[in-house]
């Protein structure tokens, strides 16, 4: 069966950096886009941009450019997503998906919190 | 502030229909049929509940049903049960390489 599991909670001080791994399994890792959402405490959700596992192809939201950066190792089916000069508004969950066809974010990884705190 | 517009809530009673709008504009909702709707329960991630405005995956109950019509996009519940208390939100790709918008999310309780 399709599985994302993502790596365990982090909590980082203001101006470090972060980074979460997304181990993917039962399908074809190349297949499908892998994206990137987050979601502050009590709040909504929030695209932060989309990796291509066959190119290694990004796009990221504007609001992240310069400070996001998606890899992947197709050795080891797992994509990553590192966000740099952390503050203490990016303390949030962050979730990796798939997504099939031009809308669909049909498997989701479990989520991982990032606290940053001084 | 989200791209899409939802309620922030709804209600409704067990066995009734509640209905969620998401509301976006020329650049996406009105000219994409690619808007998907999402269940969240409180610490998990979210389930794909609709996608394409009108499918359902696999597994979802017919008691879900997607629509749009101009620039709105509408998830209906009919046949309310305690189990849909949840947050909904809705999603339209938006077509600026394969970007995606998220709507602020719905809060449904079921009284």
């Known amino acids: 069966q399709v599985q994302l599991v993502q790596s365990g909670a982090e909590v980082k001080k203001p101006g470090a950096s972060v980074q979460v791994s997304c181990k993917t399994s039962g399908y074809t890792f190349n297949g499908y886009y892998i994206y990137w959402v987050r979601q502050a405490p009590g709040q909504g959700l929030e695209w932060m941009g989309w990796i291509n596992p066959n190119s290694g192809g990004t796009n990221y939201a504007q609001k992240f450019q310069g400070r996001v950066t998606m890899t992947r190792d197709t050795s080891i089916s797992t994509a990553y997503m590192g966000l740099s000069r952390l503050r203490s508004d990016d303390t949030a969950v962050y979730y990796c998906?798939?997504?099939?066809?031009?809308?669909?974010?049909?498997?989701w990884g479990q989520g991982t919190l990032v606290t940053v705190s001084s | 502030q989200s791209a899409l517009t939802q309620p922030r809530s709804v209600s409704g009673s067990p066995g009734q229909s509640v209905t969620i709008s998401c509301t976006g504009t020329d650049s996406d909702v009105v000219i994409y049929t690619y808007v998907s709707w999402y269940q969240q329960y409180p610490g998990k991630a979210p389930k794909v509940m609709i996608f394409d405005v009108t499918k359902r995956p696999s597994g979802v109950p017919d008691r879900f049903s997607g629509s749009k019509s101009g620039n709105t996009a509408s998830l209906t519940i009919s046949g309310l049960q305690a189990e849909d208390e949840a947050d909904y939100y809705c999603?339209?790709?938006?077509?600026?390489?394969?970007?995606?918008?998220f709507g602020g999310g719905t809060k449904l309780t079921v009284l």
């Open positions: 999603c339209s790709y938006t077509g600026r390489y394969t970007d995606v918008a």
């Open positions: 998906a798939r997504i099939s066809g031009y809308n669909s974010f049909d498997y």
